[in-house]
């Protein structure tokens, strides 16, 4: 593994200088590149292949899985240009024969999902609201869960405080098909969670909720409707004028995590989400790992180091 880790680095390094003298990119150009190619050979090294080996189908499954991760389009887009920069460096110096990366499209810089949001525009939306009052409280617990954790809006309504270990710094989430997984969960996350379980007896909860983690002002568990609106309020308060629903979260999680470095497989495991051909590679993943990654790949827990 060491020098196949060695092999890769002098890979990349010659890939670095390429593109530096011959196509005279920039170096924020050159390391946002690098960073993409890494990315695609830890995918394709999951799957005992080297780069020589790699084929078109394997260009498009690896993009297929950006995809379904929720990766904005303008990040797609940026990554498919460092491939095919990647292969035609390859076969330019003469270590491949053929280029799988030619045919490679880009996607449409359109609506194909909610815009992403920055760490600043979210800390922008938490600071927005008024945590002296009930909702509030609770409004900013949920912004923060589902940004730390990554979940889709019906894992947050259906969060369960019998499922929630912050001693451990885990939570378990009730997916898709009512699969659960475990997913970490930051600090931050953890002592909001408890700021607004101080308040949660407060309302009288109805029998049918009393396991129920977030509640609306009734007792009862809250819709997801609640939720979009809560998030489109905050983003309005906050100026903030992109197409936003609560599932920009997830995605934000998610592409936040790939900038940071954290492993595709990783990431497919902390949102729940099953891959047609990688699914029995990784869903015996240590926790540990998983914790190792959020914490070392969110930027909600590099401000906390």
């Not at 196949?4 to 990119?25: Q, R, T, V």
């Not at 019998?162 to 009730?174: G, H």
């Not at 007896?201 to 809250?222: C, P, Q, T, Y």
Request: glycine fraction near 6%; aromatic fraction near 8%; hydrophobic fraction near 40%.
């Amino acid at each position: 593994m060491a020098s196949e880790n060695e092999n890769y680095e002098k890979l990349i390094a010659m890939f670095d200088a390429w593109l530096s003298m011959e196509k005279g990119l920039s170096a924020n150009t050159v390391e946002a590149y690098n960073d993409d190619i890494l990315k695609l050979l830890k995918y394709i090294a999951d799957r005992h292949r080297c780069p020589e080996e790699i084929e078109e189908a394997d260009l498009h499954e690896f993009l297929a899985t950006l995809y379904d991760l929720g990766i904005s389009a303008r990040t797609q887009a940026r990554i498919i240009s460092g491939i095919r920069s990647f292969f035609s460096f390859l076969k330019i110096t003469g270590k491949v024969k053929d280029n799988p990366a030619a045919l490679l499209k880009m996607p449409k810089l359109g609506k194909h999902f909610p815009d992403i949001l920055t760490v600043e525009e979210i800390d922008a939306m938490e600071a927005a609201i008024d945590v002296s009052t009930y909702e509030g409280c609770r409004n900013r617990a949920i912004v923060e869960v589902m940004y730390s954790c990554g979940l889709r809006v019906s894992e947050v309504v259906s969060l369960r405080i019998s499922n929630l270990f912050l001693q451990e710094e885990y939570i378990m989430v009730e997916g898709k098909g009512s699969k659960q997984r475990l997913v970490p969960i930051s600090e931050t996350a953890i002592t909001l969670i408890r700021d607004y379980l101080a308040v949660r007896g407060d309302v009288n909860v109805k029998s049918d909720a009393e396991d129920i983690l977030f509640l609306n002002r009734r007792g009862s568990g809250m819709s997801r409707v609640m939720i979009f609106y809560i998030v489109k309020d905050l983003c309005e308060q906050c100026g903030i004028h992109k197409n936003i629903s609560p599932h920009s979260l997830r995605h934000s999680f998610a592409t936040h995590m790939l900038e940071g470095g954290a492993n595709i497989r990783a990431i497919q495991q902390l949102l729940g989400h099953e891959s047609i051909s990688t699914t029995e590679i990784y869903v015996h993943i240590d926790c540990s790992y998983l914790r190792r990654e959020v914490v070392n790949c969110h930027p909600r827990s590099k401000l906390m180091r």
